[in-house]
């Protein structure tokens, strides 16, 4: 069974730049959940997606958005970047609902870089 | 703001030595994970706990869950070069996982 896939892996932005990374989870794993992690700050929570609908949401500004297609593969974009935004992005898919102590799988992560 | 305050942050032994590794909380959690998570990689969970002062096993690494269900520490014996990664917990409460900021361990050989 194939894990989950993020793309692009790494990726070099320049400031005021827009972002669109991409998240295939786990065939049959219908919600995914987005996370972002800097160093010495843990993973902060972006927003969760179940069968195509935001289902929470973290404490981001509006220049990060996100969806679910009907395959359940999903996209988060980030707009006007700023240095701040650099950082590993991380895409975690599960059965159920990811904020409810269900196992998650989580891809490789997107590094993308502000400069 | 509920916080999962991990301790420590950052531990560098010899291989062979024990460690411990805490994660503690003023909130009570339905249930709380340990993820390992090594660089250029995603989390991987290691454990869930569900029940006030249960305690898990996996191979050399110990698990256990407070009583109150507001803390839980991860044990690991005689550690290996292997065990390195970052360690993360996760406390999942009212429809949020609440994340800590991660034990960075380092077993050198």
């Known amino acids: 069974k194939a894990g989950v896939t993020q793309t692009p892996r790494y990726l070099i932005k320049t400031r005021g730049q827009q972002v669109t990374l991409s998240c295939s989870p786990i065939?049959?794993?219908?919600?995914v959940s987005w996370y972002q992690q800097t160093p010495g700050q843990g993973l902060q929570f972006l927003f969760e997606?179940?069968?195509?609908?935001?289902?929470n949401k973290g404490n981001f500004p509006g220049r990060f958005s996100g969806r679910q297609f009907s395959n359940s593969r999903s996209e988060m974009n980030v707009s006007t970047l700023e240095l701040g935004d650099s950082a590993l992005y991380l895409c975690?898919?599960?059965?159920?609902?990811?904020?409810?102590?269900?196992?998650?799988?989580f891809g490789s992560g997107t590094q993308l870089s502000v400069l | 703001t509920q916080l999962l305050e991990q301790s420590p942050q950052f531990l560098s032994i010899q291989e062979g030595e024990n460690l411990t590794v805490y994660c503690n909380s003023s909130?009570?959690?339905?249930?709380l994970q340990w993820y390992r998570q090594e660089p250029g990689e995603g989390p991987v969970l290691l454990v869930t706990?569900?029940?006030g002062g249960e305690v898990k096993k996996l191979k050399r690494l110990t698990f256990q869950f407070g009583d109150a269900r507001k803390d839980s520490s991860l044990h690991i014996t005689a550690a290996q070069p292997g065990d390195t990664g970052l360690y993360l917990c996760?406390?999942?409460?009212?429809?949020?996982?609440?994340w800590g900021a991660g034990t960075k361990l380092i077993i050198k050989p």
């Open positions: 065939s049959g794993h219908r919600s």
């Open positions: 996760a406390g999942a409460q009212d429809y949020q996982l609440i």
């Open positions: 975690a898919s599960s059965l159920a609902s990811g904020l409810s102590g269900e196992k998650l799988f």
């Open positions: 997606y179940f069968s195509e609908t935001q289902r």
């Open positions: 909130s009570v959690f339905s249930s």
């Open positions: 706990v569900v029940t």
